[in-house]
């Protein structure tokens, strides 16, 4: 617990270390959020029967996205792989349990125990800690320890699939020679611009590429909503919030602030009993009480060396670092006041407040005064709520349940289920806006919690099915990627006969770029030339040479030398191969899954 004050002393910090504790289910509270994943929202998927939840999969998208790990304007393309990733997931999980793959609730218990983040500054499970961190990130206990159990059981699949793959020893000698292997070439590009004359697009090349990719051009079933947002910010401003409360509001946040702190520690224990440590004590609290410096007695009078040279400074602690009896005495006291001794079970301890680091009131009163107000308008918000699903059930309309509340209505353009961003991409909404009841029956939908302070109700104003969208709405976007298809095809044409020129030793005038010495792993050239260079044939006797389209156009490859690698050290390449021929089996067994599997998307 102490550690970090007695560094040198392994007797002491021995005695703080806790064992593994082992946490049995009744550890976890219920389950207050199951309905994210149990509610009876439309099935986005089905495989083998077993449904894939619509709510589920925005869930992980909004984790995504909130997470800062995917840019907002990639949601769309991030659905779909969640919606993919599901879908494989839920395959492997089908087959782990036919295969009798089983995790025990004690198996689950020490692995939740044993993570860090879970963890304490002493490495102990922290059930605070735990709790937290799932909150932020969207998962209550139980269903915590579903995805985990799950988890594990793919990763003992996996595992079990990876290690039924070897190599053989003249395998991984001759991919460490491919490996190793490097390449003397050179490249020209070749833009639109070097094309003789600009490809053209005929109305026929837009007809046949439309109907070749028709696919690309549905438009989902959509909605146009209008929708209220009740805002307990909006609630709060109109609470009044006196001077009283801002300073006990202060008073409570400066109770958990973080604060500089220094001690007088005389342990006890081995060399010295308690009584002796507690007279030693007491004698360095007389010192202070006659006006001694605080210190010059921590250099007098502390067992820990540490820190009895330096005043007996601490630095800046927060609480739950040092302990409940330390905790409970320096967090009580004011800055510049020394507490009374402290017993931290074999050291006994004066403590002292230095500094406590937080801004004065009137710097924190504009933050202190919205957080009052916030906190004294929780039962009118909640009355607020009410009122809004009494009304919202009862009207035939939204406006007038706007007007009676003091909300505004806001509408939306087109959205699709998919396709929702801002309010109407939290959870809960789209799924509100697709329900039977709103959607075929026109009703306004239930109050939708989307926080802890904010409560929506949303009408659906206009729908329109799922369909292909015509050649003439979409034309412009086609004629683009009928130039794109044309124009690649062109430029892959003309690298085609130039090559069959070189081949043919014609001169041919080309700004060539020349990379010597690369391997597979450079940057010498760009991916798509590096890529085709390294697959091309030996040169025998001359040059070979090959094309690779990249994203700015084609490239032209003339390949020059090759050069073995060293094969001497095997090692890593041998892991490589375990590695890419477990990737293969693993990838193998999920394509099997797949074609056997019956899969429907919505």
Request: no cysteine; aromatic share 6%.
């Amino acid at each position: 617990m102490l550690q970090r004050i007695r560094e040198g002393s392994q007797g002491w910090v021995a005695k703080m270390i806790v064992g593994a504790i082992i946490v049995t289910f009744a550890l976890f509270g219920a389950e207050s959020l199951v309905g994210v994943f149990t509610s009876g929202s439309d099935d986005i998927a089905t495989v083998n029967g077993e449904p894939i939840k619509r709510q589920a999969v925005e869930l992980q998208v909004q984790r995504g996205i909130r997470s800062g790990q995917v840019p907002p304007e990639q949601e769309r393309e991030l659905r779909a792989q969640v919606i993919d990733q599901m879908i494989t997931t839920e395959l492997l999980d089908q087959y782990a349990e036919e295969g009798g793959m089983h995790l025990s609730d004690a198996q689950i218990d020490q692995l939740i125990v044993s993570r860090p983040e879970f963890q304490d500054s002493e490495g102990n499970f922290s059930q605070e800690l735990f709790s937290n961190r799932l909150a932020s990130a969207g998962y209550t206990p139980l269903s915590f320890r579903r995805e985990l159990r799950r988890d594990m059981k793919r990763q003992q699949l996996q595992q079990g699939v990876a290690l039924s793959t070897f190599v053989l020893p003249g395998e991984a000698e001759r991919l460490q020679a491919l490996q190793n292997q490097t390449r003397d070439f050179r490249y020209a590009s070749l833009t639109a611009d070097d094309l003789e004359a600009p490809v053209e697009v005929t109305e026929s090349d837009m007809q046949a590429y439309y109907e070749a990719h028709q696919d690309q051009y549905q438009r989902p079933e959509q909605v146009k909503v209008a929708y209220v947002v009740l805002n307990q910010q909006d609630v709060a401003q109109d609470v009044d919030v006196d001077e009283q409360q801002l300073r006990d509001a202060y008073a409570a946040e400066r109770e958990d602030a973080p604060r500089e702190v220094a001690h007088v520690m005389v342990d006890y224990g081995d060399e010295r009993s308690r009584d002796e440590a507690m007279a030693r004590i007491e004698e360095a609290q007389g010192q202070l009480a006659e006006g001694a410096d605080f210190a010059d007695v921590a250099a007098e009078y502390s067992d820990d060396a540490t820190t009895a040279n330096k005043g007996g400074n601490l630095g800046v602690i927060n609480r739950g670092f040092f302990g409940d009896a330390f905790d409970d005495a320096a967090f009580s006291l004011d800055e510049g006041q020394v507490s009374s001794v402290v017993d931290s079970g074999d050291g006994l301890h004066l403590i002292k407040v230095t500094d406590i680091d937080m801004p004065s009131f009137d710097e924190q009163r504009d933050e202190l005064a919205e957080q009052v107000r916030l906190d004294n308008s929780r039962d009118a918000f909640n009355e607020r709520a009410q009122q809004l699903e009494d009304r919202s059930y009862a009207a035939d309309d939204l406006q007038s349940v706007a007007d009676e509340l003091g909300l505004d209505v806001q509408t939306s353009d087109w959205v699709s289920a998919d396709s929702a961003e801002g309010v109407l991409a939290e959870p809960g909404m789209m799924d509100a806006a697709f329900s039977e009841d709103v959607l075929e029956n026109g009703y306004n939908s239930d109050v939708i919690e989307l926080d802890d302070q904010r409560r929506a109700v949303l009408r659906v104003v206009d729908h329109r099915e799922a369909t292909t969208l015509s050649l003439d709405e979409v034309s412009e976007r086609v004629r683009e990627a009928t130039r794109e298809v044309k124009t690649r095809e062109a430029l892959e044409a003309r690298a085609e006969r130039l090559v069959a020129s070189l081949r043919n030793g014609d001169a041919v005038s080309l700004d060539w770029q020349q990379v010597d010495d690369a391997t597979r792993r450079g940057d010498a050239a760009p991916e798509p030339v590096l890529r085709q260079a390294f697959r091309l044939p030996h040169p025998n006797d001359g040059q070979t040479y090959g094309h690779a389209m990249t994203d700015a156009g084609v490239a032209i490859i003339e390949l020059t030398q090759v050069r073995d690698g060293d094969a001497e050290e095997a090692g890593n390449s041998a892991r490589m191969a375990e590695r890419l021929r477990a990737q293969a089996a693993i990838q193998g067994l999920t394509e099997s899954l797949r074609e056997d599997a019956e899969i429907e998307r919505d």
